[in-house]
């Protein structure tokens, strides 16, 4: 049991990379609570994963919702010593001039203010308890863009810088911060990030700029975090893991 005795917070986790990186993370011993907007859903993922799931309603664009959903995970816990910011959102692919400020307000509030909320809430209980880890969501689209994401990947791009400057500076505190970098992964975001329909032609035409020759699943996102907070990892802070295939080389 590689996260045994551990305690996690899972922001999104009700689909997705969340949801896999929640089963796993389960799988080895962890209590997970599962922060998710959509609320149903993550009762359903907190009640197939069992007795070591707790599901919490929550929106990571609000400060107030976070520092609730972070409180709530510490007092059914005791303690919480691994938070992943994972829950995102997207425009869909289009050339940028058709994205409007409110959309990319609600890219930035959802990608990127949700670390800072979450940085607020854990970090006093990180320096109480002496420890903690944080991952972060960012992705390989910033680092290798295509055309239609702009804005998506400033917010992800936001993303890598920010889990680098927290790693840095909450080093002395021995909290560690590390970022996943996926290619595009089998998600709900999938047809968003493609700009079209998810037809097997569509999905030939950007797999053949993998060199590995296949996306991301939920799975390789879940086997990457689970590295990063074990104690496996104790030596890495500041890690942008790009869990890509290949595609950002
Ligand atoms: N799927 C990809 O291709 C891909 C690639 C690179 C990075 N990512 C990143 O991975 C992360 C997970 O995305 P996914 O692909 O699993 O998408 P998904 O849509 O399957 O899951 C996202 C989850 O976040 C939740 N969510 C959305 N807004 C929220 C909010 N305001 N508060 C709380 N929860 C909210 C949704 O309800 C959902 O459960 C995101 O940060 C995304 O940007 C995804």
């Given at each position: 049991m590689r996260l045994a005795n551990k305690t996690a917070i899972i922001t999104g986790a009700a689909s997705g990379f969340g949801l896999g990186i929640a089963r796993r993370f389960a799988a080895e011993g962890a209590k997970v609570a599962i922060a998710d907007i959509?609320?149903?859903?993550?009762?359903?993922a907190a009640e197939e994963i069992g007795e070591n799931a707790l599901a919490i309603g929550c929106d990571v664009a609000d400060g107030h919702?976070?520092?609730?959903?972070?409180?709530?995970?510490?007092?059914?816990?005791?303690?919480v010593?691994?938070?992943?910011?994972?829950?995102?959102w997207s425009h869909k692919?289009?050339?940028?001039?058709?994205?409007?400020?409110?959309?990319?307000?609600?890219?930035i509030d959802i990608n990127l203010m949700s670390i800072f909320h979450m940085t607020h809430a854990m970090t006093p209980?990180?320096?109480?308890?002496?420890?903690?880890?944080m991952i972060n969501l960012g992705s390989s689209t910033c680092i290798r863009p295509r055309p239609?994401?702009?804005?998506?990947?400033?917010?992800?791009g936001g993303v890598n810088a920010l889990t680098k400057s927290l790693a840095v500076e909450l080093a002395e505190?021995?909290?560690?911060?590390?970022?996943?970098?996926?290619?595009?992964?089998?998600?709900?975001l999938l047809e968003t990030f493609m700009g079209m329909a998810d037809t097997p032609k569509n999905r030939a035409k950007f797999i053949s700029t993998i060199p590995l020759r296949r996306l991301s699943t939920p799975e390789d996102i879940a086997n990457a975090a689970l590295f990063l907070a074990s104690d496996e990892a104790s030596l890495l802070t500041?890690?942008?893991?790009?869990?890509?295939?290949?595609?950002?080389?």
């Open positions: 959509n609320e149903h859903g993550a009762r359903v919702s976070v520092a609730i959903a972070a409180a709530e995970a510490i007092d059914a816990f005791g303690r010593d691994i938070a992943v910011n994972n829950a995102g692919n289009q050339p940028l001039l058709e994205v409007d400020e409110t959309t990319f307000r609600r890219v209980h990180w320096r109480e308890v002496g420890a903690g880890v239609g994401l702009a804005w998506y990947d400033a917010s992800k505190d021995k909290v560690r911060v590390c970022a996943i970098a996926p290619v595009m992964g089998e998600t709900g500041g890690t942008i893991l790009e869990v890509d295939g290949g595609r950002t080389i």
